[in-house]
């Protein structure tokens, strides 16, 4: 459900999004070994090389936005929302299945590997749907635009990594496709402040509003089957 919103930055051209109980998920992106953890993967190759420095500022943030991720989760768990995590890899040994932006950029893992898995204090739980990805938005190399039909998911609640990559362009690829998106503010997070705020900016306007971990939460409690 919508409702227009006179409050915000690009206000006159965006609207309220109010999630919809049974017809909302929760979208965890990439928190996985990979990239959303200081010793491995991104982690350890910007120590090796010596960009560890420019690193800096992404993995200061990272255990906040873990911490709100799992109040986001916690949430949506117990209100009896669709859980999806994605996570960046790719079936082959040599990656020839991965997408050419994710190989320039060295952001290549099997599935099979350590880097694949979702981080331990994100783990899934039950049968949430894990979905691996060879491209950056959710949307370009996996089903999930037919799972959200079938689940019949009209909203998504985004959170993950990176913002300004594949938060944003999922985001984008979701209000395109229809969907009502809300990302979460400080449950993503990229490598400077500027970047940060520049996407949450960008994704702040039609189908695509940006809230905080705090206001999600209260938007995810009211659709608890035990509030009226």
Do not use: W
């Not at 009896?80 to 990656?95: L, P």
Request: glycine share 8%.
């Amino acid at each position: 459900m919508t409702q227009q919103s006179d409050s915000g930055p690009f206000s006159s051209h965006g609207i309220e999004i109010v999630p919809v109980r049974g017809k909302t998920a929760l979208l965890v992106i990439d928190m996985q070994y990979l990239d959303a953890h200081p010793v491995h993967g991104v982690g350890r190759i910007a120590r090796e090389t010596g960009y560890e420095q420019r690193m800096s500022y992404y993995f200061d943030q990272m255990p906040q936005v873990i911490a709100n991720i799992q109040r986001v989760l916690e949430a949506g768990r117990g209100a009896g929302v669709e859980v999806i995590h994605t996570m960046i890899a790719a079936q082959t040994h040599d990656f020839r299945d991965a997408g050419r932006a994710l190989r320039v950029r060295g952001l290549l893992t099997h599935s099979s590997s350590k880097e694949a898995q979702i981080i331990e204090e994100l783990s899934p739980m039950g049968d949430e749907i894990v979905l691996p990805k060879t491209s950056s938005s959710i949307f370009n190399s996996t089903a999930i635009d037919q799972i959200l039909r079938n689940l019949g998911v009209e909203c998504l609640i985004l959170s993950g990594v990176v913002t300004d990559h594949c938060v944003e362009l999922s985001a984008r690829d979701a209000s395109d496709r229809g969907y009502d998106v809300l990302v979460v503010s400080d449950g993503c997070a990229t490598f400077t402040e500027r970047l940060q705020r520049s996407a949450l900016r960008r994704m702040d306007i039609g189908t695509m509003r940006v809230k905080t971990t705090e206001e999600v939460v209260d938007l995810i409690m009211a659709l608890s089957p035990d509030r009226p």
